[in-house]
C-alpha cells in the first residue's frame, strides 16, 4: 500500500468518524435538555460545527487528516456512543440548588 492509498483511507475512516459524530450532535440537538438550556444547545452546535469542519477537511482545507487528527476523531465519537444512554428518554431537570451554609 503505498502512503497515498494510507492517506485516503485515512481521510475516508475521518470522515465516516466524524459523521457519526455529527449524527449524535444532531440527536443530542433534539434532545429536551437541550431545548431547555442554551449551554448545552452551544455544546453540541459547536461540537457538530468542528466535526464537519474536521470531515470535510480535504475539501475545504486542501489537506489530508494525520493520524493523530483520525484517533482523536475516534475518541470524540467514543465518547459520544459511551454517553447516549443518559441521553434516552431523560426529561431535562433543573440544577440542584445547593444548600445554604
Same mark, same amino acid.
Request: charged residues 10%; proline residues 6%; hydrophobic residues 50%.
Given at each position: 500500500?503505498? /502512503?497515498?492509498? /494510507?492517506?485516503? +483511507? +485515512?481521510?475516508?475512516? $475521518?470522515?465516516?468518524?466524524? *459523521?457519526? /459524530?455529527?449524527?449524535?450532535?444532531?440527536?443530542?440537538? $433534539?434532545?429536551? &435538555?437541550?431545548?431547555?438550556?442554551?449551554?448545552?444547545?452551544?455544546?453540541? /452546535? =459547536?461540537? *457538530?460545527?468542528?466535526?464537519?469542519?474536521?470531515?470535510?477537511?480535504?475539501? =475545504? #482545507?486542501?489537506?489530508? %487528516?494525520?493520524?493523530?487528527?483520525? &484517533? #482523536?476523531?475516534?475518541?470524540? #465519537?467514543?465518547?459520544?456512543? +459511551?454517553?447516549?444512554?443518559?441521553?434516552?428518554?431523560?426529561?431535562?431537570?433543573? %440544577?440542584?440548588?445547593? %444548600?445554604?451554609?
Amino acid at each position: 500500500m503505498t /502512503t497515498w492509498d /494510507t492517506q485516503q +483511507l +485515512l481521510a475516508m475512516l $475521518n470522515l465516516v468518524l466524524c *459523521l457519526g /459524530t455529527a449524527w449524535a450532535c444532531i440527536c443530542r440537538l $433534539n434532545s429536551d &435538555i437541550c431545548r431547555r438550556w442554551k449551554l448545552a444547545r452551544m455544546r453540541y /452546535t =459547536l461540537l *457538530l460545527t468542528g466535526a464537519l469542519a474536521h470531515g470535510a477537511q480535504p475539501l =475545504l #482545507f486542501g489537506s489530508l %487528516p494525520g493520524v493523530a487528527g483520525v &484517533i #482523536f476523531s475516534a475518541g470524540v #465519537f467514543a465518547s459520544l456512543l +459511551l454517553g447516549a444512554e443518559r441521553w434516552r428518554g431523560v426529561d431535562a431537570q433543573p %440544577p440542584a440548588v445547593p %444548600p445554604c451554609s
